[in-house]
T-cell receptor, first 116, second 115 residues
Framework: GAVVSQHPSRVICKSGTSVKIECRSLDFQATTMFWYRQFPKQSLMLMATSNEGSKATYEQGVEKDKFLINHASLTLSTLTVTSAHPEDSSFYIC????????????FGDGTRLSIL | GENVEQHPSTLSVQEGDSAVIKCTYSDSASNYFPWYKQELGKGPQLIIDIRSNVGEKKDQRIAVTLNKTAKHFSLHITETQPEDSAVYFCAASIRVEGGNTPLVFGKGTRLSVIA
């Protein structure tokens, strides 16, 4: 079945560091990729939607300069958390959907980001 | 915009019993309703989905029903097993040719199956 690979699975770093998270669709071409943030015991909060070759669309309240998204190919999207601070610690999950509108949306296994 | 409500927030059942999770949505234009299972420390995994032109869909022990008039849909798990223990999320979106709205998720249901 469809697989979305997310890397790294866990990051622990010092405050002020920038962290890049990769999301790859392994067996399908993903026109659209999504980035979510999930706090403990809560639902998934959509941060941004990225379409291959164009700028990402950010949800209200999400700082685009803080969370840089690049979707340079049909199989890869990256999220860079710039100058991360402890309040950015969270579980970040990417998701991808194949090019056809009737395809389901599949999720990666998430990245647990801990900023010290 | 779309709002999805999910109940209950926690559910405990005995192994072998059935579990039912219910969701309601607000936007009558929504036409796609997936269910995801999330295990601890992992991303959500799609377990079943239903489109608005269908009232019910089954896949082995899992079934989903949709009532468009009432704008609610439910997940039914029969003969529950300990490995069914996880957090389940419902979601809704609008799917049309040329563009889909992002999934809007419910708040999740923590299902515990007691052996």
């Amino acid at each position: 079945g469809a697989v979305v690979s997310q890397h790294p699975s866990r990051v622990i770093c010092k405050s002020g560091t920038s962290v890049k998270i990769e999301c790859r669709s392994l067996d399908f071409q993903a026109t659209t990729m999504f980035w979510y943030r999930q706090f403990p015991k809560q639902s998934l909060m959509l941060m941004a939607t990225s379409n291959e070759g164009s700028k990402a669309t950010y949800e209200q309240g999400v700082e685009k300069d803080k969370f840089l998204i690049n979707h340079a190919s049909l199989t890869l999207s990256t999220l860079t958390v710039t100058s991360a601070h402890p309040e950015d610690s969270s579980f970040y999950i990417c998701s991808a959907r194949a090019s056809y509108s009737n395809q389901p949306q599949h999720f990666g296994d998430g990245t647990r980001l801990s900023i010290l | 915009g779309e709002n999805v409500e999910q109940h209950p927030s926690t559910l405990s059942v005995q192994e072998g019993d059935s579990a039912v999770i219910k969701c309601t949505y607000s936007d009558s234009a929504s036409n796609y309703f997936p269910w995801y299972k999330q295990e601890l420390g992992k991303g959500p995994q799609l377990i079943i989905d239903i489109r608005s032109n269908v009232g019910e869909k089954k896949d082995q022990r899992i079934a989903v029903t949709l009532n468009k008039t009432a704008k609610h849909f439910s997940l039914h798990i029969t003969e529950t097993q300990p490995e069914d223990s996880a957090v389940y999320f419902c979601a809704a979106s609008i799917r049309v040719e040329g563009g889909n709205t992002p999934l809007v998720f419910g708040k999740g249901t923590r299902l515990s199956v007691i052996a």
